[in-house]
């Protein structure tokens, strides 16, 4: 059973600069910035899961409508239901052009965030 009092060697050992032990300010920078970009990293992630979300739920709206749409429009000819379909439309083809522009934004953000190497 390992002692609890002694120490054990982490797997990256922290560098000094050799002055009492001491902890490099740029290593300090370099593991910050590490831990700032990964952080950023999940967090666009969860944009892009939540921007997945919202398509698959307007998909399903629009589906929904443009079959409710549908059979009514077939039960009266009434053509105000056949423009119930073209919006359902655009509300679908909004939805994806909103989860590319997401998706395409938090890769931007990613790619300008420093990852400290």
Request: glycine fraction near 8%; avoid cysteine.
């Amino acid at each position: 059973m390992p002692n609890p009092n002694q120490n054990t060697p982490s797997a990256s050992p922290a560098p000094n600069n050799g002055a009492g032990g001491q902890i490099s300010p740029k290593y300090i920078r370099e593991e910050g910035a590490g831990k700032a970009y990964q952080s950023v990293a999940q967090s666009m992630a969860i944009a892009v899961q939540d921007a997945a979300d919202n398509l698959r739920n307007m998909q399903t709206i629009s589906s929904t409508s443009q079959g409710v749409a549908m059979a009514k429009f077939l039960e009266t000819m009434d053509p105000a239901y056949l423009m119930a379909i073209e919006y359902a439309n655009k509300m679908a083809a909004n939805a994806a052009q909103n989860f590319q522009t997401i998706g395409t934004n938090a890769a931007d953000v990613l790619t300008g965030f420093p990852s400290g190497q």
